[in-house]
């Protein structure tokens, strides 16, 4: 008899059928006593395809579960966020009653008799209601006052309500910008657990490996005092209120002669985007139909995060159509925010219809966050100072320099912070803060988090009023680079199956680093696992060289990936002309190209990563 690795019984077995037992959910407990089933199935013999065929079913079925049940799904600073099903490194009604559990153990120890006030918020995301009303119950159940957001709505309301409601802590469940069968669970603290600047923010440490150790100590969801009712629904004046906050922002006087293409791809930002927009002014907007209903499959876009290939592409189109001259987009939770603009010097025959072929191009993360950072500067009102004694602008460590220059230029102080906006959002005198990856808080006093509606309208504030001035984004972009030198910034990405290649990528990058990029001698070499200039130790290393252009390669925190982070510098004289401003840029492309393909060499990447 021939022996087959999925011969003998499956040593999971009674761990899946435990788990099984204590699952809330009928949906996920016949999903995983099918897929036990079909692992225990024995396993037959001889060469035949019905014979090989079952031999995989079986294998199959073994390593779903062995991957489903290989511990928890782990709670840390991005909270919960992994797959829908059934098991404990999933996402489902089991592991979220566990959290809510936990974050009510957590809370009840912070406050003692206090009754702590937590506001849960959720997407439109599969299960997000679900996942919400488990939560609600779970903390009521617990003696904890919960609001509930009134319906599904952008993760920004969420982080308003927990300020404007004097909350101990908020909820959101979203994945975010994830694919369609990932979900996720955020937690905020604020109120009288969390104090000062970080006060309604993301957790940071130790409140996460606090909470996740009461998580962990949960023994059962049957053990999980949960209730019927009792939580409060909180109605539309939560929403109306961050409407009109948001609004507040803008100058009622400035110009508003502003065509803009709106799209939420597929998520919940749409109605609130288009009525922050609207409300403050600006009514020539053209949502994108196809994807302004929430839709949790994401139906029009490969994945629903607009820095990737192919999901602006309907919104530019549309914008070729009716003659715009912005694009905007939020991520599902609208909490990011991409823009897109008309720039001759990108027209190509190879874009999107005729979008392309008209210049029409996102702007990347880093050039948003420079013209923000400008625009916020120049229009400053007062606000806290932080320890330097002026108002902060602040970006994270794998962001452009370029936001320190303007700091420093309007007599501002700058702060760098490790990656997330639960860091960024903690700066003491925070008057504007921002990551590449498409995050801009220009509110902190109301929203700590980054948020893609209240940005969208200060972009189209800034656009409105360079129009009247016959000025367009791309001329503010090549003023910052005549004051403070042309940054160009990319970004080298490697998405992993194996995700023991993750540490293996990063070890041999410690290892071997390049010693030259695009020609340019590496003369720095900073690990920043070691903790530099102020910041935590976090996995990732620095690369600086001789002609100021700068690497950072760092694990993804939300996704399987190694991520390298791209900036080269090329001076410019204050009163260069249109040429020599488009001369650099040329060149500082150039000079990206060859970085890109120096840090894929080394890092050992194959040519299809992006």
């Known amino acids: 008899m021939t022996a087959h690795p999925t011969a003998g019984p499956f040593a999971l077995a009674d761990e899946v059928r435990a788990w099984i037992a204590d699952d809330p959910d009928p949906v996920t ?40 049940f290989q511990g928890p799904l782990e709670f840390g600073t991005a909270g919960l966020r992994g797959a829908l099903g059934g098991g404990p490194h999933r996402m489902n009604r089991a592991v979220v009653i566990r959290a809510a559990a936990g974050l009510a153990a957590h809370l009840r120890g912070a406050l003692g008799e206090a009754i702590p006030r937590v ?21 009521v159940g617990a003696g904890i006052e919960a609001l509930v957001l009134p319906g599904p709505l952008p993760t920004p309301v969420l982080a308003f309500a927990v300020r404007r409601l004097d909350a101990d802590a908020g909820v959101m469940v979203t994945a975010s910008h994830n694919p369609p069968q990932d979900n996720g669970y955020k937690v905020y603290l604020g109120g009288r657990v969390v104090t000062g600047a970080g006060q309604g923010a993301q957790i940071v440490p130790p409140a996460d490996a606090e909470i996740a150790a009461s998580i ?92 990737e290939p192919g999901a602006m592409d309907l919104a530019l189109g549309l914008a070729a159509d009716t003659g715009a001259d912005l694009v905007i987009a939020n991520d599902p939770d609208a909490d990011r925010c991409a823009v897109a603009v008309k720039d001759l010097r990108a027209r190509s025959h190879r874009g999107p219809d005729t979008a392309g072929a008209e210049g ?38 794998v962001s452009s320099r370029l936001l320190g220059r303007i700091a420093a230029a309007h007599g501002l102080d700058h702060a760098t912070t490790l990656t997330g906006f639960k860091w960024i959002s903690r700066v003491d005198g925070l008057l504007y803060g921002y990551e590449e990856a498409l995050g801009y808080c220009v509110d902190p006093g109301h929203v700590r988090d980054k948020d ?36 160009l910034t990319d970004q080298l990405s490697a998405r992993f199956t194996d995700l023991g290649q993750i540490p293996a990528t990063m070890a041999r990058a410690r290892q071997d680093p390049p010693s030259t990029l695009a020609g340019s001698p590496v003369s720095q070499v900073v690990d920043l696992a070691d903790g ?16 100021d252009t700068r690497v950072i390669i760092r ?26 401003v488009d001369h650099a840029r040329t060149v500082a492309k150039r000079r990206l190209e060859a970085v890109k393909a120096d840090v894929r060499t080394a890092l050992g990447l194959g040519a299809t990563d992006q």
């Open 29 to 68: 407990a016949a999903e995983l006593e099918r897929l036990l089933a079909d692992a225990e199935d024995s396993v037959p013999d001889g060469d035949a395809p019905a014979a090989r065929a079952e031999r995989t079913r079986v294998a199959s079925a073994r390593r779903e579960l062995a991957d489903r």
């Open 119 to 139: 506001v849960v918020g959720y997407d439109a995301r599969h299960n997000s209601a679900a996942f919400a009303q488990d939560t609600a119950a779970v903390l």
């Open 216 to 307: 962990a100590a949960v023994r059962s969801v049957a053990s999980v005092p949960r209730v019927t009712a009792g939580w409060t629904m909180l109605g539309q004046e939560v929403v109306d209120d961050y409407v009109a906050t948001a609004v507040g922002l803008a100058d009622p006087a400035g110009p508003r002669d502003l065509r803009i293409v709106l799209t939420s791809l597929h998520g919940v930002g749409g109605v609130v985007a288009e009525r922050v927009l609207r409300e403050a002014g600006f009514t020539d907007v053209y949502a994108v139909p196809e994807q302004a209903d929430p839709d949790p499959d994401f139906p029009s876009v490969a994945f629903p995060n607009p820095e």
């Open 360 to 397: 029409w191009r996102m702007l990347h993360g880093d050039e948003v966050g420079a013209l923000l950072g400008a625009y916020l500067a120049e229009h400053a009102r007062p606000a806290a100072a932080g320890p330097g004694g002026a108002p902060v602008l602040a970006s994270s460590v």
């Open 452 to 487: 893609g509606m209240t940005a969208a309208l200060r972009v189209a504030e800034l656009a409105a009023g360079l129009k009247s001035a016959g000025r367009t984004l791309i001329d503010a972009l090549d003023d910052l680079a005549r004051e403070h030198g042309l940054h």
């Open 532 to 547: 530099v200039d102020g910041l935590p130790p976090t996995d990732g290393l620095r690369l600086l060289t001789a002609d």
């Open 555 to 580: 694990p993804s925190g939300t996704e399987p990936k190694v991520k390298c982070y791209l900036e080269v510098v090329v001076p410019l004289e204050p009163g260069a002309d249109d040429a020599a």
